[in-house]
C-alpha cells in the first residue's frame, strides 16, 4: 500500500501593516505598525511571531498567506508586509511563500475628495500596479530563486492576466487566486470578491491537464461560500463562488484557504458529504479586534499538517495560536472564540456511526478524552461541528455526557 502524501503549511492572513495607529480617530485596524515593528512582548504580533517561529523551532513546507497584507492600500506597508512575508518563509524553511490579493491591498476605494480633474490626470489609478512592482515578483515566491527571475516574471504575468497562478511540486498543487480582480470604485464591488467565466474556463482548462493526485490547496482572499457574522457582511462572499466549487470538485478533492472575515473557523462546502471541498477560514494575524470581536475570535496564526491517504480525501489537524496584547503568542485553549488547538477536518462519516464507535470503546464506562483521541484516530480529523453532531448523538443513543474545562470550553472526559 503506498504511503500518504504530507505536507504542513503555516497560514498568516488580514496581516493589516499600516504605518502608524490612528489613536481616537476611529479608524484603528491594526497592530502590527511599521514604526513599533520590532517591538515584541505582546506590543506586535508580527514581532512577537518572528519570537514564536524562533523559540518552537517552526518548520513547514509552505507559508500561505490569504490576503489584507496592508491597510488602505498603503504603499509602504505594502512593500514592508511583502518582504516581511519572504523573510518569515525563510525562517520557516518553506519552499515556497504564496500570497493572494485582499481588498486592502488594491486601491478600489478611490477617494474623489477635492479631485482636481486636470491636476490627477497625471495620477492615472490603477488597482493593481503597486502590486505588480513588489520585489520579489508577487503572488508566488520560490525560496532561493533569484529576485527578478525569468519563471518569478511568468507567474506575475499569469496571476495578473488569468487572475490565478499554479504551483507545483512532487506532493502539492497550489492555486492562488486573485478574487478582487473585478474590483472597480463602485462600493457593491470592492467589498466582495468575483470570478470571471473565463478565469474559471482557463481554470478548467489547466485542471484538466493535471492529472497527479497530490494535495489541491486553492488561496483566496474572499470565502466561495456565505460565512455569516450576525449580518454583517452576508453578502461579501465571492460571485460564482458555488461554480467555481463544482469546477475544482470536478479535479481532485481540494482544501480552500481564506481570510477576509478575521473568523477562524472550519467547514465543508456544499456537495457530495464525502468529496466537497474543505473551506478553511483563517482569522487575521494583525487587525485590532473590537471588545464585542474578542468575545467570538481572535488573533491567530496557524500551523497544518495534512495528509492524502491512498484512498479518499484529504484529512488534516492544526496547531493554532492566539495574540494577546501584553503577553503574544500562545495555544489557543479556549472553543469558544475562533479555532483552537489541536481541531481537524477529514473525517466524514455519519456522526451516529462515529458514537456508536465511541460508545463501544468505552463499554458503559467513562473514558478521558485524551485517551479516547488516542485509541480512536478518526476523532482528530473531525471539524468542530461535525464533533458537536457526534456528541448529541452519543447524548441522544447512548446516555453518554460530556465533561468538559468550565473557563476553556475543553473536553475533559466522557461517560
Given amino acids: 500500500m503506498s504511503q500518504p502524501q504530507r505536507v504542513k503549511i503555516a497560514v498568516v492572513s488580514d496581516l493589516h501593516f499600516c504605518n502608524q495607529r490612528a489613536v481616537g480617530t476611529g479608524s484603528e485596524h491594526s497592530h502590527i505598525v511599521l514604526q513599533r515593528i520590532k517591538e515584541t512582548g505582546g506590543k506586535n504580533p508580527w514581532a512577537d511571531l518572528q519570537d514564536l517561529v524562533r523559540g ?55 477617494k474623489d475628495d477635492n479631485l482636481n480633474p486636470i491636476h490627477d490626470l497625471d495620477n492615472p489609478h490603477d488597482l493593481f500596479e503597486n502590486l505588480k512592482m513588489l520585489k520579489p515578483d508577487y503572488p508566488l515566491h520560490i525560496t532561493g530563486e533569484q529576485t527578478t527571475s525569468p519563471a518569478g516574471r511568468n507567474r506575475r504575468v499569469h496571476y495578473f492576466g488569468a487572475d490565478f497562478v499554479v504551483y507545483e511540486d512532487d506532493t502539492v498543487r497550489l492555486v492562488v487566486f486573485n478574487s478582487c480582480a473585478r474590483h472597480i470604485t463602485e462600493n457593491t464591488s470592492y467589498e466582495r470578491g468575483s470570478i470571471a467565466h473565463s478565469t474559471l474556463a482557463e481554470l478548467e482548462i489547466q485542471l484538466k491537464e493535471m492529472t497527479a493526485t497530490k494535495i489541491n490547496i486553492f488561496l483566496s482572499h474572499h470565502h466561495p461560500i456565505v460565512h455569516t457574522q450576525d449580518g454583517v457582511g452576508t453578502y461579501d462572499f465571492i460571485h460564482n463562488g458555488d461554480l467555481l466549487l463544482e469546477r475544482l470538485a470536478d479535479h481532485g478533492d481540494w482544501i480552500v484557504i481564506h481570510g477576509h472575515k478575521h473568523d477562524g473557523k472550519i467547514r465543508y462546502a456544499p456537495g457530495s458529504a464525502g468529496s466537497s471541498p474543505v473551506i478553511f477560514s483563517a482569522a487575521s494575524v494583525g487587525a485590532l479586534l473590537s471588545t464585542e470581536e474578542l468575545n467570538k475570535y481572535r488573533n491567530q496564526f496557524y500551523m497544518i499538517d495534512i495528509e492524502l491517504p491512498a484512498t479518499g480525501c484529504p484529512r488534516g489537524t492544526a496547531q493554532v495560536w492566539n495574540w494577546h496584547v501584553g503577553r503574544g503568542w500562545a495555544k489557543a485553549v479556549d472553543t469558544k472564540t475562533g479555532l483552537s488547538d489541536g481541531v481537524g477536518f477529514g473525517e466524514r462519516e455519519h456522526p451516529d456511526v462515529l458514537a456508536d464507535m465511541i460508545a463501544k470503546e468505552l463499554e458503559g464506562n467513562t473514558g478521558t478524552w485524551a485517551q479516547l483521541v488516542g485509541q480512536l484516530n478518526f476523532l482528530q480529523y473531525l471539524t468542530p461541528d461535525a464533533l458537536r453532531k457526534v456528541l448529541q448523538s452519543l447524548e441522544r443513543r447512548h446516555s453518554l455526557v460530556v465533561l468538559r474545562d468550565p473557563d476553556s470550553g475543553q473536553i475533559i472526559e466522557i461517560g
Fill in 56 to 110: 518552537e523551532n517552526l518548520r513547514a513546507d509552505l507559508l500561505l498567506c490569504p490576503g489584507d497584507i496592508t491597510t488602505h492600500a498603503a504603499h509602504g506597508p505594502l512593500k514592508a508586509a511583502w518582504s516581511e512575508l519572504i523573510d518569515l518563509g525563510e525562517k520557516l524553511n518553506v519552499k515556497s511563500t504564496a500570497c493572494a490579493t485582499g481588498n486592502h491591498d488594491v486601491s478600489s476605494r478611490y
